[in-house]
């Protein structure tokens, strides 16, 4: 194979802010997503538009490796501008499926234009040949999505249903499609967004995504989520209602894209800091992590009520000095918060507060002498 470029891919995660229950979300996310989708859209125009004139097609069957990010001539056959031309305007709507969330493929992907044909395939697999370049992209980004493991059911069949005109009309019916799907949020690493639901009571946040703060607005669940840096991979928000507590009405697909290429994040350490536990104390939680365990020592014999507050799901559990469980709870308290109602003698004391179920999120834990 004869190396034509390496090229950077600049995989600038496509944040699709999609509407959940509210109209007016459409239209305060709209912009970012018509700006992303948009401008890697005239990109492929205008390498469609530059083929007639790029000049000589010998006809070289080319490659893109995507491990390698690497293009050129597949068996080192000579090629010309033309060939050249046609693997660019390919790697635009192959930098346009990674902007939106999709991974990288493992096979080596092969391109050709011979007589006025366009040929897309993949190494060691079938190909197929169009009659227009515009329609050989959008088989070949329909593909792509098609094939990709990570992105959401909804999503890939409107990618895919878009595609079926060419990939020329990708900008405005992509766009489109996409605000009109409230079944998915698409969020890009270490970004904060706040998002509507009106028939939820409490919002769960799924591992990488961090609930901050829940607003209730005329009946409306505004809940303010972050995804965390360093996250790259599917996520969901599960909606409850005060009415079942403990089996979600509904999930929500999130998407959080990151860069092309990230190191795997290294698991979670336990938060060994001590950390004393006075009247209030305001914490977060980082999402994956083991827990935080707050000190206090009682004075004189009485009963307490331990509780925590927020949108955060937590679970508290109370030990002696040496170890010793004496309570644990769930959702005892207001929403999913725990609480905790103990007599406690004097001594010293330990509150271990830990998230159901490996996320995180801020929380307030009081500590409050019954009379």
Same mark, same amino acid.
């Given at each position: 194979?004869?190396?034509?470029?390496?090229?950077?891919?600049?995989?600038?995660?496509?944040?699709?802010?999609?509407?959940?229950?509210?109209?007016?979300?459409?239209?305060?996310?709209?912009?970012?997503?018509?700006?992303?989708?948009?401008?890697?859209?005239?990109?492929?125009?205008?390498?469609?538009?530059?083929?007639?004139?790029?000049?000589?097609?010998? $006809?070289?069957?080319?490659?893109?490796?995507?491990?390698?990010?690497?293009?050129?001539?597949?068996?080192? %056959?000579?090629?010309?501008?033309?060939?050249?031309?046609?693997?660019?305007?390919?790697?635009?709507?192959?930098?346009?499926?990674?902007?939106?969330?999709?991974?990288? !493929?493992?096979?080596?992907?092969?391109?050709?234009?011979?007589?006025?044909?366009?040929?897309?395939?993949? %190494?060691?697999?079938?190909?197929?040949?169009?009659?227009? /370049?515009?329609?050989?992209?959008?088989?070949?980004?329909?593909?792509?999505?098609?094939?990709?493991?990570?992105?959401?059911?909804?999503?890939?069949?409107?990618?895919?249903?878009?595609?079926?005109?060419?990939?020329?009309?990708?900008? /405005?019916?992509?766009?489109?499609?996409?605000?009109?799907?409230?079944?998915?949020? /698409?969020?890009?690493?270490?970004?904060?967004?706040?998002?509507?639901?009106?028939?939820?009571?409490?919002?769960?946040? $799924?591992?990488?995504?961090?609930?901050?703060?829940?607003?209730?607005?005329?009946?409306?669940?505004?809940?303010?989520?972050?995804? %965390?840096?360093?996250?790259?991979?599917?996520? /969901?928000?599960?909606?409850?209602? %005060?009415?079942?507590?403990?089996?979600?009405?509904?999930?929500?697909?999130?998407?959080?894209?990151?860069?092309?290429?990230?190191?795997?994040?290294?698991?979670?350490?336990?938060?060994?800091?001590?950390?004393?536990?006075?009247?209030?104390?305001?914490?977060?939680?980082?999402?994956?992590?083991?827990?935080?365990?707050?000190?206090?020592?009682?004075?004189?014999?009485?009963?307490?009520?331990?509780?925590?507050?927020? !949108?955060?799901?937590?679970?508290?559990?109370?030990?002696?000095?040496?170890?010793?469980?004496?309570?644990?709870?769930?959702?005892?308290?207001?929403?999913?918060?725990?609480?905790?109602?103990?007599?406690?003698?004097?001594?010293?004391?330990?509150?271990?507060?830990?998230?159901?179920?490996?996320?995180?999120?801020?929380?307030?834990?009081?500590?409050?002498?019954?009379?």
């Amino acid at each position: 194979m004869t190396p034509l470029s390496r090229r950077i891919i600049l995989c600038i995660c496509l944040i699709v802010p999609l509407p959940l229950a509210a109209a007016n979300t459409a239209e305060s996310n709209r912009p970012l997503l018509t700006e992303r989708v948009e401008a890697q859209s005239r990109a492929i125009t205008d390498q469609l538009s530059g083929l007639p004139k790029t000049g000589t097609v010998l $006809g070289a069957l080319m490659f893109y490796d995507p491990g390698e990010d690497l293009a050129g001539a597949y068996r080192g %056959e000579a090629y010309g501008p033309g060939d050249r031309a046609f693997v660019e305007a390919a790697l635009a709507v192959y930098d346009l499926y990674r902007q939106i969330g999709g991974e990288r !493929p493992k096979r080596i992907q092969l391109f050709r234009q011979s007589k006025g044909q366009f040929h897309i395939g993949v %190494e060691s697999g079938a190909g197929h040949w169009f009659q227009t /370049a515009d329609k050989a992209l959008g088989h070949y980004f329909a593909r792509l999505v098609g094939a990709s493991q990570r992105l959401p059911d909804s999503l890939k069949s409107t990618a895919i249903t878009v595609t079926e005109v060419g990939i020329s009309a990708t900008s /405005a019916r992509l766009s489109d499609r996409l605000l009109s799907d409230v079944s998915l949020i /698409a969020m890009s690493s270490g970004e904060s967004r706040s998002l509507r639901f009106d028939n939820a009571d409490m919002v769960v946040a $799924g591992s990488g995504l961090i609930v901050n703060k829940v607003t209730r607005l005329n009946g409306i669940l505004i809940a303010n989520v972050s995804a %965390e840096s360093g996250t790259d991979r599917p996520s /969901a928000l599960h909606l409850y209602r %005060e009415a079942k507590r403990f089996s979600p009405s509904q999930s929500q697909d999130v998407l959080v894209t990151g860069e092309a290429k990230r190191p795997a994040s290294p698991t979670p350490e336990p938060d060994t800091t001590p950390k004393v536990l006075k009247t209030a104390v305001t914490d977060s939680l980082r999402s994956g992590a083991e827990g935080h365990v707050y000190h206090f020592t009682i004075a004189s014999e009485a009963d307490f009520s331990i509780a925590s507050g927020g !949108p955060s799901d937590l679970i508290g559990t109370l030990k002696t000095e040496d170890g010793a469980t004496l309570h644990s709870d769930d959702d005892s308290g207001d929403g999913y918060n725990f609480r905790i109602r103990q007599r406690l003698a004097p001594g010293a004391y330990t509150l271990t507060v830990t998230h159901c179920c490996n996320g995180g999120g801020p929380y307030e834990i009081s500590i409050d002498q019954n009379r």
